[in-house]
T-cell receptor
Framework: DVKVTQSSRYLVKRTGEKVFLECVQDMDHENMFWYRQDPGLGLRLIYFSYDVKMKEKGDIPEGYSVSREKKERFSLILESASTNQTSMYLC??????????????FGPGTRLTVL | KNQVEQSPQSLIILEGKNCTLQCNYTVSPFSNLRWYKQDTGRGPVSLTIMTFSENTKSNGRYTATLDADTKQSSLHITASQLSDSASYICVVSPISNFGNEKLTFGTGTRLTIIP
């Protein structure tokens, strides 16, 4: 079974703090993704990566950066957390074969609260 | 703008009953449509994937249908169980240079099964 793990289930930070969210997958997947999920809005893509050290902006990259130094690990960084970044953050990975049936597997999520 | 709309927003049914969830989309050109199940506080889990050439796909008590002409999909749950209580998210993938990475998510239908 594919396993995607995220470093924290719950996180509370203060405005202005630098925040790191870590995601690890154990299936040698090429693609990894970071989403945020807010009530009534559905999942929105922040960044994705299709290879080590490669990244692409998603729909809402402002205020975020990412790092992928190793294939299995994809980090989301909030350089200076703000209250409007309070959200559920979901990491996902996929094989990346370009097939129409390539599936994204999600981690359990990190609920981040910025005070 | 690509959109995915789901109805109803929420649904409550008795255990053992059947139900049908709806998804309308405007994504074009269209590659595939997926249904995910998301338990409270967890990441989404894939239930079914259908390409544009498929009309129906089953996964146990879950049956998804797709009408690519009218851009509609439905998820039918048979003989509901308490464990079916979750949010069900319709996800549509356009054809893109990167394959399936840029997904469009619906906001989900919150299903509650009561004993």
């Amino acid at each position: 079974d594919v396993k995607v793990t995220q470093s924290s289930r719950y996180l509370v930070k203060r405005t202005g703090e630098k925040v790191f969210l870590e995601c690890v997958q154990d299936m040698d997947h090429e693609n990894m993704f970071w989403y945020r999920q807010d009530p009534g809005l559905g999942l929105r893509l922040i960044y994705f990566s299709y290879d080590v050290k490669m990244k692409e902006k998603g729909d809402i990259p402002e205020g975020y950066s990412v790092s992928r130094e190793k294939k299995e690990r994809f980090s989301l960084i909030l350089e200076s957390a703000s209250t409007n970044q309070t959200s559920m953050y979901l990491c996902a990975s996929s094989l990346g074969v370009g097939s129409p049936t390539d599936t994204q597997y999600f981690g359990p999520g990190t609920r981040l609260t910025v005070l | 703008k690509n959109q995915v709309e789901q109805s109803p927003q929420s649904l409550i049914i008795l255990e053992g009953k059947n139900c049908t969830l709806q998804c309308n989309y405007t994504v074009s050109p269209f590659s595939n449509l997926r249904w995910y199940k998301q338990d409270t506080g967890r990441g989404p889990v894939s239930l079914t994937i259908m390409t544009f050439s498929e009309n129906t796909k089953s996964n146990g008590r879950y049956t998804a249908t797709l009408d690519a002409d009218t851009k509609q999909s439905s998820l039918h749950i048979t003989a509901s169980q308490l464990s079916d209580s979750a949010s069900y998210i319709c996800v549509v993938s356009p054809i893109s240079n990167f394959g399936n990475e840029k997904l469009t998510f619906g906001t989900g239908t919150r299903l509650t099964i009561i004993p």
